[in-house]
T-cell receptor
Framework: AQKITQTQPGMFVQEKEAVTLDCTYDTSDPSYGLFWYKQPSSGEMIFLIYQGSYDQQNATEGRYSLNFQKARKSANLVISASQLGDSAMYFCAMREATNSGNTPLVFGKGTRLSVIA | EAGVVQSPRYKIIEKKQPVAFWCNPISGHNTLYWYLQNLGQGPELLIRYENEEAVDDSQLPKDRFSAERLKGVDSTLKIQPAELGDSAVYLC???????????FGPGTRLTVL
């Protein structure tokens, strides 16, 4: 079973508008971490934001915020005031903390975001 | 501070040839990762090192893939012999510890003809 599901292969957003990229996850571990990465055409994966399963508040980093709904197992990324430079692939990832240590990061298939001027 | 360095950025080889990729992690980072990223997919872990020890290599196809991190700093990933299906991007990442965020290099795009 897929651990991370990103249902939007591609998204378009007008410059200066906000956009939400969806991510749902599957785990039975109570302790886990959720990550979002950006991958521009240059290929490098850039860390954006992190949410721990026990964090009480939604994570925010500048224009990025994570809409964490634990009961629904969703961790959507919200980008406010989109910029042309936000055009890239966006990956959601999860790491579980088991008794034997942290599991590797498991990535979704990604969403390609295109920002339109 | 320099990021994760990988070389080469691009490599084109014929099938059955050997190929090697090199990664220099961020200074002081103990944990090093090699990922495989197929077209249209997210990265998948191949191997993780804690210093010079490979602590998770369950996804590494050991019949043709090998990796080393001899002095616990830079690392080499080798494929011998390469197959057509190995065409992908090979990403290296590092983190201070396994619980910390991972920083990725630009990757090596391999094309096997």
């Amino acid at each position: 079973a897929q651990k991370i599901t990103q249902t939007q292969p591609g998204m378009f957003v007008q410059e200066k508008e906000a956009v939400t990229l969806d991510c749902t996850y599957d785990t039975s571990d109570p302790s886990y971490g959720l990550f979002w990465y950006k991958q521009p055409s240059s290929g490098e994966m850039i860390f954006l934001i992190y949410q721990g399963s026990y964090d009480q508040q939604n994570a925010t980093e500048g224009r990025y915020s994570l809409n964490f709904q634990k009961a629904r197992k969703s961790a959507n990324l919200v980008i406010s005031a989109s910029q042309l430079g936000d055009s890239a692939m966006y990956f959601c990832a999860m790491r579980e903390a088991t008794n034997s240590g942290n599991t590797p990061l498991v990535f979704g298939k990604g969403t390609r975001l295109s920002v339109i001027a | 501070e320099a990021g994760v360095v990988q070389s080469p950025r691009y490599k084109i080889i014929e099938k059955k040839q050997p190929v090697a990729f090199w990664c220099n992690p961020i200074s002081g980072h103990n944990t090093l990762y090699w990922y495989l990223q197929n077209l249209g997919q997210g990265p998948e872990l191949l191997i993780r090192y804690e210093n010079e020890e490979a602590v998770d290599d369950s996804q590494l196809p050991k019949d043709r893939f090998s990796a080393e991190r001899l002095k616990g700093v830079d690392s080499t990933l080798k494929i011998q012999p390469a197959e057509l299906g190995d065409s992908a991007v090979y990403l290296c990442a590092s983190s201070l510890r396994v619980v910390d965020e991972q920083f990725f290099g630009p990757g090596t795009r391999l094309t096997v003809l």
